[in-house]
């Protein structure tokens, strides 16, 4: 056999064991998504709805302590039209976006300290680890004192609330990146800051963006305990004011119908931002895309 | 084919008669290095007083058994470790290094993991792409530029991982079993694939096996290894003629031999408490 049959035969062994190797990508129809993804928790919401609405038949309260589902659409839309509404949800997403975003870089920074410096990690984590279980609720009385019934007091409480699940998140993301990518980066020549940027950080991505959903939803909730204690007509309509004022007026469609708007615009951020990113990330990586 | 004069000294060591210097210069040179790692305690230590030169371009295949410390000596030629003792020197501009695991980053295209080389070897944006392409092209895989690291099969992800290694542009290519984990007809292609590279680069190839039918299909020289402590007890030149494949009768021949004397060295370890605590008391 000449050399060159050689490397003809193994050429042509190489394009077929490649063309074995081809993935097969298998797309669900449209159709087949939707029902697998969207009719289960509508089922769920039209059960909530139907046992709700035995409860208020039951006539085991008066209505204006249990309301119907169609008194408390009617006073989310009479708020509606007063444009209570909207300029509640829209300060609070505000201050939420504002805080989480403080909260990003603050928790950022701070992980990477932990994650870089054995020091750091010794001296904070525990600190840090502790306040994630604290219940920022617990710094309302605080941020009260300090900076008065302000934004300031609220963004306090948020960033308290957000910035250790991010730091956290970040610093578990980084422990987990495997030793073998560390010597790889090094091998390839990235030292220091250039290893942090391209190896630690797109390795740690998983752990970090687990880490930032928590924090958004520590945010979320921080802020609605914080505009519910921090009440001041000079702060503007929130939802969690909406709530105060509810409650001042034993309005229990106002309450309810607050209570839905908080609900939805968490579940709204975290299922029209994080989850994508989070499903997006992990597929690229070949990784296991869990249940959303 | 040819091997070094081996004599058995009297301990049981084995010891290697000087072979003569290779003709290109130097390209690796480890003298004399010990390497112990801190919890080690009274074992002996990973590497003792080890001595290797690899010439440019040449193409050397370490075998030994499993942690006798072949891929301990790689990290300190990759620079990942520093030695305890001794001295190992390596061109300037660094030394490529490929694992068992292609360990190609997850986050990246095939193609971006090349790239990214690229960029921390400082290669200028504009060029990157081109450079890359020429690269896919040298391991056969024009066209997968955009594929995700987890749709590529273990020989392709290796076959990226080389032309990453390319990408550095080192004159020193280290292999740590790089092929231990495919199929054997997946490895008959990479070592064809290998070879062929290698004879383009004129890299130096430093390639760390299990396999001793690998060692002797690849190599130009085998070194075998001993363990605890892990030194240099034998090499041969292995000088076989025309095309070499796995199967050939000059491969199997000499792989017969190292296999016998790589046995030998695995046995020997069977006796060596009672040999060392003699030795101590002497
Ligand atoms: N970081 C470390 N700390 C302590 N001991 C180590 C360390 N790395 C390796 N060793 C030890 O050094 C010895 C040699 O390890 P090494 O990984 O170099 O072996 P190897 O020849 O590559 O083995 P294999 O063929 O299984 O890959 C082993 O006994 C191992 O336990
Ligand atoms: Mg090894």
Same mark, same amino acid.
């Given at each position: 056999m000449s050399s060159i049959e050689l490397s003809d035969d193994v050429a042509s062994l190489e394009a077929g064991l490649d063309a074995l190797d081809k993935p097969v990508t298998l797309r669900e129809p449209l159709a087949a998504r939707l029902r697998r993804s969207v009719l289960p928790p509508v089922v769920a919401v039209a059960f909530l709805v139907a046992v709700w609405l035995v409860v208020v038949a039951l006539h085991l309260k008066p209505t204006y302590v249990i309301p119907t589902p169609a008194d408390v659409w009617a006073s989310l839309g009479q708020y509606w039209s007063e444009g209570a509404v909207q300029e509640a949800v829209w300060n609070s997403l505000r201050r939420a976006f504002v805080g989480f975003a403080v909260a990003a870089v603050v928790g950022t920074a701070l992980g990477l300290l932990m994650s870089q410096f054995r020091f750091v990690r010794t001296a904070i984590g525990p600190l840090v680890s502790g306040l994630q279980s604290l219940p920022s609720v617990a710094w309302v009385p605080a941020a009260i004192i300090w900076f008065g019934l302000s934004d300031g007091a609220i963004y306090m409480v948020v960033l308290l609330g957000a910035v250790p699940s991010i730091a956290n998140g970040l610093l578990s993301g980084v422990s987990q990146v495997p030793p073998l990518y560390l010597r790889v980066g090094r091998v390839l020549g990235a030292r220091g800051f250039t290893a942090i940027r391209y190896v630690v950080l797109p390795a740690a991505m998983p752990g970090y963006l687990g880490g930032l959903r928590q924090g958004w939803a520590f945010a979320w909730r921080s802020l609605m305990a914080a505009e519910l204690i921090t009440f001041s007509p000079a702060l503007g309509t929130s939802l969690g004011q909406l709530l105060q004022i509810g409650r001042e007026l034993s309005d229990m469609s106002l309450v309810m119908a607050a209570i839905l708007l908080i609900l939805v615009v968490g579940v709204g951020i975290e299922l029209l931002v994080f989850s994508p990113i989070e499903r997006r990330m992990l597929r690229a990586r070949g990784l296991n895309v869990g249940p959303t | 084919m040819t091997s070094a004069t081996v004599s058995e000294t009297p301990e049981g060591q084995w010891a290697v008669a000087d072979l003569p210097p290779p003709l290109a210069p130097p390209a690796i040179v480890l003298e004399r290095v010990t390497k112990r790692f801190s919890g080690d305690g009274s074992r002996p230590a990973v590497l003792e007083d080890v001595s290797l030169t690899v010439a440019e371009g040449e193409f050397v295949c370490l075998l030994g058994a499993s942690g006798c410390g072949k891929s301990t000596l790689l990290s300190l030629v990759a620079g990942l470790d520093k030695p305890t003792s001794g001295t190992v020197e390596t061109p300037a501009g660094g030394t490529a290094l490929m694992f068992q695991? #292609?360990?190609?980053?997850?986050?990246?295209t095939a193609g971006q993991n090349i790239e990214l080389a690229l960029k921390l070897r400082g290669v200028d944006r504009r060029d990157r792409r081109e450079e890359t392409d020429r690269l896919l092209a040298t391991v056969h895989l024009s066209g997968q530029h955009g594929s995700r690291v987890h749709e590529l099969s273990g020989g392709m992800r290796q076959r990226v991982a080389l032309a990453r290694a390319l990408a550095q542009q080192a004159r020193i290519l280290l292999m740590d079993e790089?092929?231990? #984990?495919?199929?054997a007809i997946t490895r008959d292609v990479l070592h064809e694939e290998l070879i062929r590279v290698w004879e383009e680069t004129g890299l130096a190839v430093v390639f760390v096996t299990h396999n001793v039918r690998e060692a002797v299909r690849l190599g130009q020289r085998v070194e075998l290894m001993s363990s605890r402590p892990g030194r240099f007890v034998r090499r041969w030149q292995v000088e076989i003629d025309g095309p070499r494949r796995i199967e050939s009768a000059g491969v199997s021949e000499l792989s017969k031999e190292i296999t016998d004397d790589l046995r030998r060295e695995i046995r020997r370890h069977a006796v060596l408490p009672a040999a060392v605590t003699a030795g101590s008391r002497s």
């Open positions: - | 695991e #292609a360990a190609l980053f997850p986050w990246l790089p092929f231990a #984990a495919l199929d």
